[in-house]
């Protein structure tokens, strides 16, 4: 069993920055390929970003690529997601998931955090 608690939301100006923190609880998180979704008002949650076990390998939506990267300190049991060049299409509630691969991750993830919303003021 994993719990994710997100941190780090909150109202931001279009073009500034903001990072996000998804905090894991128990000792197997550098077992699991981590992820973030996001769910705006009227839509259905869309898949962000991932990365896998060991940072090598990441997955980047089309629509935050350039912008938005996702890292990992295992010995944190955290992952980071860092949003740069925030628009206002960017607000919504902020998922943070968590897989036993990252292909898992990226499509259905096993474990859910309780979210955090995010608003990117034009």
């Known amino acids: 069993q994993v719990q994710l608690v997100e941190s780090g939301g909150g109202l931001v100006q279009a073009g500034g920055s903001l990072r996000l923190s998804c905090a894991a609880s128990?000792?197997?998180?550098?077992?699991?390929?981590m992820g973030w979704f996001r769910q705006a008002p009227g839509k259905e949650r869309e898949f962000v970003i991932a990365v896998g076990r060991s940072s090598g390998i990441t997955y980047v939506a089309d629509s935050v690529k350039g912008r938005f990267t996702i890292s990992r300190d295992n010995a944190k049991n955290t992952v980071y997601l860092q949003m740069n060049s925030l628009k206002p299409e960017d607000t919504a509630v902020y998922y943070c998931?968590?897989?036993?691969?990252?292909?898992?991750?990226?499509?259905?993830?096993?474990?859910w955090g309780q979210g955090t919303q995010v608003t990117v003021s034009s």
């Open positions: 998931a968590a897989a036993r691969s990252i292909i898992v991750v990226k499509t259905t993830p096993e474990y």
């Open positions: 128990g000792r197997t998180f550098g077992s699991y390929g």
